[in-house]
């Protein structure tokens, strides 16, 4: 039986935050929460390119999509004959 | 007079040259430890396939790698920031999150190819392999725990004199000097085969590695090297691409000499090549076993460290070598999960260590040519840069250099994919 606690951000009892369980499964939700929220923070913090978007810019990040799409459906293809 | 300005000079050139040594470091380790095992399989395979043929093409890819790593020089000690956090920065979280998510997986799995190549070299010598993890797993916690960078930094570069260990190795076997003079001059004297172009890719494939960019600009930072300390970071990257290529020469010359047969001789890894040359020459088979296993401990420290500190950089955790466990705990977790994850890999019975193996020449070409392309782009951003930015000769080298990369890494790992394409 998990026990309802009212906790903070590292686990620890507090009366101002939601309530939370302290069971395996509590803690791992927790966890992912917390991460969920940090890389939530990372793209917010870097949501705005520092780089100009000058044509050479743009080109050269359009040309690496156009490669990564090529080499992913090559790689899929082969898996797809292998697995045949 | 003249004694006195001879003295000057002198004194002048000493105090020069304890800059120097106190600076260098980063610039020779990445570029010894691209010599990793994987690097060194590569080597001993040329040398039995086609002889002293390709010493010139070797010696060819040390001023490649240093073009491109002198790039990560002076972008590191420009902004003081790690390249996953520039490439964030720069070109915003979908990159971002693709560098720093392909520089985790290839950095795992080449991680699990150094932990092959070292229990391979260790086996030799009657070591079993689950001693050699352990063994190398405790080595590398003590030397990164210490809790200073200039301690690590000057361990690892004893591990990087060891793999100077070639070259008396070599020399012992009395090479033919004639037949290395010829090898020297560039040519193709089998013909451009399809056997040469694939060993041709395969060498280029070892000399520019994604982590290498990772991990010289997190170092260079790590380190604190600021401007004008560029000068320096230049002859230490100089320094470690001509370290490299001699390595890496006396390395195929071992195996020229002692395994190379006209039509020339296949063999499946560096271990295998130290194995066969143990039955006639004992010293030399060590020399080259020994060479593999610290080939194998230098790419395991580097590489581990490359993904430790890409994270803690988008992470935002301390992640320094200068931090104590206590003061990192994110950034050493992270280093010791990833090394005890690829040392289980290896010990797990019927781990498809050959099919990692070939999957980390497939994975790298998806990152590499983006490093690259991030790398040239951030260099020529006058705001980010300011006179640092890439020169025009800069440019003209480096998008030559990164576009021949892009080109024969792409071919290589399709032919890994695709063997039967080059035959």
Known sequence: ???????????????????????????????????????????????????????????????????????VIILVYKFYTLVR | MESASYYYKYRRFIKWLRLYLALAGPGIIVMVADNDAGGITTYAATGAKFGFHFLWFILLLGPVAYVVQEMTVRLGAVTKRGHAEAIFDAFGPFWGWFSLIDLGIVDFLTLVTEFIGMTAALKIFGVPPVITVIGVAILMSAIVMQGRYWTWEKIVLVFCALNLIYIPAALI????????????????????????????????????????????????????????????????????????????????????????????????SAAAAASAIMVHNPFVGSALAIGLFDAGLLGAICISLASSWAMGEVFGWAHSINNKPSEAPMFYVFYFLSLIGAGIIVLLPGSPLVLITLFVQVIAVTLLPAALVFLILLLNNEELMGKYKNTLVQNILGFSIVLMIIILSTLYALSVVFPEMFK
């Open chain 1, 1 to 71: 039986m998990s026990e309802n606690k009212i906790c903070d951000d590292k686990g620890v009892i507090n009366m101002t935050e939601s309530v939370c369980d302290t069971s395996q499964k509590g803690r791992i939700k927790h966890l992912v929460k917390e991460w969920r929220r940090k890389i939530g923070e990372i793209n917010q913090k870097y949501s705005e390119p520092r780089l100009k978007m000058t044509p050479l810019v743009r080109f050269s990040l359009l040309a690496l999509r156009i490669y990564l799409i090529v080499l």
């Open chain 2, 173 to 268: 076997i009395h090479p033919d000097v004639s037949a290395i003079t010829k090898g020297l001059i560039p040519g193709f004297p089998t013909g451009l085969t399809n056997d040469v172009f694939f060993f041709l890719m395969a060498n280029i494939g070892t000399t520019i590695a994604p982590w290498m960019l990772f991990f010289q600009q997190s170092s260079v930072v790590d380190k604190g090297m600021t401007e004008k300390d560029i000068l320096f970071g230049k002859l230490d990257t100089a320094s470690g691409a001509l370290f490299t290529v001699i390595v890496a020469a006396f390395c195929i010359i071992l195996t020229a000499t002692l395994l190379y047969k006209p039509g020339g001789v296949d063999i499946e």
